[in-house]
Antibody, heavy 120, light 110 residues
Framework: QVQLQQSGPGLVKPSQTLSLTCAIS??????????WNWIRQSPSRGLEWLGR?????????NYAVSVKSRITINPDTSKNQFSLQLNSVTPEDTAVYYC??????????WGQGTLVTVSS | QSALTQPASVSGSPGQSITISCTGT?????????VSWYQRHPGKAPKLLIY???RRPSVVSNRFSASKSGNTASLTISGLQAEDEADYYC??????????FGGGTKVTVL
């Protein structure tokens, strides 16, 4: 059974960097049949896919256009986890952030969610 | 503003069937057979119910079924039970390697 455990601060100041980590158990971040995603939900924007990282002999990333200039998703094979960094945050980035394992074109396992508030 | 349109709420009595619609465009729902549906209970992580328009993971009850016509996908819950009270979200793969979600539908069991 795949489990995803999220960690990271719940409060970030405007203009700073939001950083979250998702630890994987029951699977490998290097699994060539999976992709590792970040998704967020806010009252104003609903559920929003942010991006993913995946391995197919080498590592690839895809990012949503809305955050492409500010986002980085990285795998950490030594710790079997992956991370999200979102730069230059504003109050609009306040949301519940989820990590999720992707299987082809859906999301079959999700983390528990982390509420991140952007406020000074 | 979500990319896919769902009704805000749907309700039904125990044992009844209800259907949740999800309307997109020819760039997402209507262009790919890649609509998925998720159930989320308060405080819990979302759970995959349906993938590839109408396929159901083996661990999901057969009371959940889905279909699609044109730009509109639908999720049907048969034999409604109290445990089905939750939020439901549709999702579709879209152009340029991205995914779009619906705004969610709150299902109430009367």
């Amino acid at each position: 059974q795949v489990q995803l455990q999220q960690s990271g601060p719940g409060l970030v100041k405007p203009s700073q960097t939001l950083s979250l980590t998702c630890a994987i158990s029951g699977d490998s971040v290097s699994n060539n049949n999976a992709a590792w995603n970040w998704i967020r939900q806010s009252p104003s924007r609903g559920l929003e896919w942010l991006g993913r990282t995946y391995s197919r002999s080498k590592w690839y990333n895809n990012y949503a256009v809305s955050v492409k200039s500010r986002i980085t998703i990285n795998p950490d094979t030594s710790k079997n986890q992956f991370s999200l960094q979102l730069n230059s945050v504003t109050p609009e980035d306040t949301a519940v952030y989820y990590c999720a394992r992707g299987s082809a074109y859906d999301f079959n396992y999700w983390g528990q969610g982390t509420l991140v508030t952007v406020s000074s | 503003q979500s990319a896919l349109t769902q009704p805000a709420s749907v309700s039904g009595s125990p044992g009844q069937s209800i259907t949740i619609s999800c309307t997109g465009t020819s760039s997402d729902v209507g262009n790919y057979n890649l609509v998925s549906w998720y159930q989320r209970h308060p405080g819990k992580a979302p759970k995959l119910l349906i993938y590839e328009d109408s396929r159901r993971p083996s661990v999901v009850s057969n009371r959940f079924s889905a279909s699609k016509s044109g730009n509109t996908a639908s999720l049907t819950i048969s034999g409604l039970q109290a445990e089905d009270e939750a939020d439901y979200y549709c999702c579709s793969y879209a152009l340029s390697t991205t995914w779009v979600f619906g705004g969610g539908t709150k299902v109430t069991v009367l």
